[in-house]
């Protein structure tokens, strides 16, 4: 099955402008392909570590619940390989965000849709099919 994922940037280090990205992405898809699916939809460099957590809505910086308790990095990239993102909702009251560079702090909030379906055919997943706003800016005093 498809869903239809909504990810808002939320809070980075030089974020100026909204910016969201729509993305279908199979259900059978890991948090690694979801991390993959976010850093082209938003053209990052793939440079730094990530992760992905649960908390409030109202205040994602409080109460966080990490998708793994492993520390080691090539742990947590093997648990998310291994978490589907059927796996994920229903959440309850909690929303999935994803972290990526710790230093920069780049938040991205995930919302999935109600609706579900069958994947097109010839269709490659997962695909940007919304952008509201231009890419964050990763880099913005590197550039030329």
Aim: proline share 6%; aromatic share 14%; net charge negative.
């Amino acid at each position: 099955m498809i869903l239809t994922l909504k990810v808002e940037c939320v809070y980075g280090m030089y974020l100026k402008e909204e910016c969201i990205r729509v993305i279908e992405i199979r259900d059978r898809a890991s948090l690694c392909d979801l991390h993959d699916a976010i850093q082209d939809a938003v053209a990052f460099d793939q440079d730094h570590m990530f992760g992905f957590f649960t908390a409030n809505s109202a205040s994602p910086y409080a109460n966080r619940h990490w998708l793994t308790d492993e520390e080691a990095w090539d742990d947590v990239v093997d648990d998310y390989q291994s978490i589907r993102l059927a796996d994920i909702w229903p959440l309850g009251p909690k929303k999935l965000y994803y972290l990526f560079d710790f230093g920069d702090s780049w938040t991205f909030e995930i919302r999935k849709s109600r609706r579900v379906r069958e994947p097109e055919k010839g269709v490659s997943y997962p695909r940007v099919v919304e952008a509201v706003g231009p890419d964050p800016e990763q880099y913005p005093y590197w550039e030329e």
